[in-house]
């Protein structure tokens, strides 16, 4: 029988399965074509960028691996998302850091970076129908440090806050040339290695530097924040913690964004989801794998990704959501990496779409708890990869593992030929 025969008769049978458990899966079919990731840019070059004369990853992030094949310029790595995007079903935006910049061989600080430098990134795409999300970046200059827009010193920090200023200004030309606003993430790896006994000074600059940057009112860019635990080498104190920036996000009605990384290893990020969306207008995800810590590993179908996008769909919060990815594996193959990543956070969004949830909350209203527990495990064990396979199919990507042979065969054509 043809692959295709079979996607087919396995998803017709999935439909009569769920539907019997009161789930409609074409409405589910539609809901993933509307979903969006937005692709990070960084994996396909270990987070270097095209700065002239780009230095070393510092911020207390770190690549581990020397896989052949990252993309060394602007070219190689657009030609590398688009090939990684050719297997993930559904269309997505790509998240650029400001290091990414067409800087044309020019030394382009990053207090002067303008909204030209990425022209060609929203011509690009327009073309490849990809929107456009940014970041700024802390993290691997010579004034980086341990401190940017915390820092005491008033010439350095005033060279952070214009940075991150001329970031929005970027953001704000991008979404306004696609049309959509585009999300700008704020991450600093502001900290300290050792014990420090000002924790409060820092976090008095930290505020007055975001009220300086959020000075400004946009219409097509929207903001977010992002807290960590802690860095390498910056082990002691965070002055972005967690309880900072929902402070300022709660009271300035930024949004907050939500790293899987960046919390104490037991630590549900699943349920801060419905707690944050009381108080703040939206989130970002940046959905992440680590590995006793903030390692960066490849995202996958895991317990902890399943349940962060369940959370979603059961708080009804699908659209005031957004959907990064952050990651950074450099001992695999990179655009295999964007691959598993990428499809694992569909197959979780799927799987979160696909629950019984009516059902289950009769259960619960009726405390049928016994009932409500035999389900979730059911349910667990549902069709879901008929439902997948099918959504690849008519989305005319890969069906299953057939991805697997087609990027070696893009490692053998391009990447391995890489220097
Ligand atoms: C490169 C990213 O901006 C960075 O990973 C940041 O988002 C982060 O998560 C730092 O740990
Ligand atoms: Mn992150």
Same mark, same amino acid.
């Given at each position: 029988?043809?692959?295709?025969?079979?996607?087919?008769?396995?998803?017709?049978?999935?439909?009569?399965?769920?539907?019997?458990?009161?789930?409609?899966?074409?409405?589910?079919?539609?809901?993933?074509?509307?979903? /969006?990731?937005?692709?990070?840019?960084?994996?396909?070059?270990?987070?270097?960028?095209?700065?002239?004369?780009?230095?070393?990853?510092?911020?207390?992030?770190?690549?581990?691996?020397?896989?052949?094949?990252?993309?060394?310029?602007?070219?190689?790595?657009?030609?590398?998302?688009?090939?990684?995007?050719?297997?993930?079903?559904?269309?997505?935006?790509?998240?650029?850091?400001?290091?990414?910049?067409?800087?044309?061989?020019?030394?382009?600080?990053?207090?002067?970076?303008?909204? %030209?430098?990425?022209?060609?990134?929203?011509?690009?795409?327009?073309?490849?129908?990809?929107?456009?999300?940014?970041?700024?970046?802390?993290?691997?200059?010579?004034?980086?440090?341990?401190?940017?827009?915390?820092?005491?010193?008033?010439?350095?920090?005033?060279?952070?806050?214009? /940075?991150?200023?001329?970031?929005?200004?970027?953001?704000?030309?991008?979404?306004?040339?696609?049309?959509?606003?585009?999300?700008?993430?704020?991450?600093?790896?502001?900290?300290?290695?050792?014990?420090?006994?000002?924790?409060?000074?820092?976090?008095?600059?930290?505020?007055?530097?975001?009220?300086?940057?959020?000075?400004?009112?946009?219409?097509?860019?929207?903001?977010?924040?992002?807290?960590?635990?802690?860095?390498?080498?910056?082990?002691?104190?965070?002055?972005?913690?967690?309880?900072?920036?929902?402070?300022?996000?709660?009271?300035?009605?930024? #949004?907050?964004?939500?790293?899987?990384?960046?919390?104490?290893?037991?630590?549900?990020?699943?349920?801060?989801?419905?707690?944050?969306?009381?108080?703040?207008?939206?989130?970002?995800?940046?959905?992440?794998?680590?590995?006793?810590?903030?390692?960066?590993?490849?995202?996958?179908?895991?317990?902890?990704?399943?349940?962060?996008?369940?959370?979603?769909?059961?708080?009804?919060?699908?659209?005031?959501?957004?959907?990064?990815?952050?990651?950074?594996?450099?001992?695999?193959?990179?655009?295999?990496?964007?691959?598993?990543?990428?499809?694992?956070?569909?197959?979780?969004?799927?799987?979160?779409?696909?629950?019984?949830?009516?059902?289950?909350?009769?259960?619960?209203?009726?405390?049928?708890?016994?009932? %409500?527990?035999?389900?979730?495990?059911?349910?667990?064990?549902?069709?879901?990869?008929?439902?997948?396979? #099918?959504?690849?199919?008519?989305?005319?990507?890969?069906?299953?593992?057939?991805?697997?042979?087609?990027?070696?065969?893009?490692?053998?054509?391009?990447?391995?030929?890489?220097?």
């Amino acid at each position: 029988m043809m692959k295709e025969e079979l996607v087919n008769k396995a998803y017709e049978i999935a439909k009569e399965r769920y539907a019997a458990v009161g789930v409609d899966v074409e409405k589910v079919m539609e809901t993933m074509q509307d979903f /969006h990731l937005s692709l990070h840019c960084w994996q396909a070059d270990d987070v270097i960028g095209f700065e002239t004369g780009a230095g070393s990853l510092t911020g207390g992030i770190q690549t581990t691996g020397n896989y052949p094949g990252r993309a060394r310029n602007i070219d190689e790595l657009r030609q590398d998302i688009l090939k990684a995007a050719s297997y993930i079903p559904g269309t997505h935006r790509l998240n650029l850091h400001e290091i990414y910049g067409d800087f044309q061989g020019e030394p382009v600080d990053r207090d002067q970076v303008e909204p %030209r430098h990425f022209q060609s990134w929203m011509d690009w795409g327009k073309e490849h129908n990809m929107k456009l999300d940014f970041n700024s970046t802390s993290f691997s200059h010579p004034k980086s440090g341990s401190l940017t827009l915390a820092n005491p010193d008033e010439s350095i920090r005033r060279f952070w806050i214009e /940075h991150t200023k001329r970031c929005r200004a970027v953001a704000e030309a991008m979404g306004e040339a696609q049309g959509d606003p585009c999300i700008m993430n704020v991450w600093v790896h502001d900290g300290s290695k050792d014990i420090t006994v000002n924790r409060m000074k820092y976090r008095e600059l930290l505020k007055d530097s975001l009220d300086q940057i959020f000075a400004t009112e946009y219409k097509n860019m929207k903001d977010c924040i992002e807290s960590k635990v802690f860095g390498i080498g910056l082990e002691s104190y965070t002055v972005g913690s967690n309880d900072f920036y929902i402070g300022y996000g709660v009271s300035h009605n930024k #949004m907050i964004t939500l790293d899987t990384g960046h919390f104490h290893p037991t630590e549900s990020v699943a349920d801060k989801v419905s707690s944050l969306l009381l108080y703040v207008p939206e989130l970002m995800l940046h959905v992440s794998r680590p590995i006793r810590w903030d390692s960066d590993h490849v995202t996958i179908m895991d317990d902890p990704t399943l349940e962060l996008f369940q959370e979603i769909v059961r708080c009804g919060a699908l659209d005031r959501v957004h959907y990064g990815l952050d990651y950074f594996d450099a001992s695999i193959n990179r655009i295999g990496a964007y691959v598993v990543g990428s499809r694992a956070a569909q197959k979780c969004m799927l799987r979160a779409l696909l629950e019984p949830l009516a059902q289950l909350r009769q259960y619960e209203a009726n405390g049928q708890l016994f009932e %409500r527990l035999a389900l979730l495990e059911e349910a667990k064990a549902l069709p879901w990869n008929a439902v997948w396979d #099918m959504f690849c199919l008519k989305n005319n990507v890969p069906v299953g593992e057939e991805f697997i042979a087609e990027v070696e065969k893009y490692e053998a054509d391009v990447t391995s030929k890489r220097g």
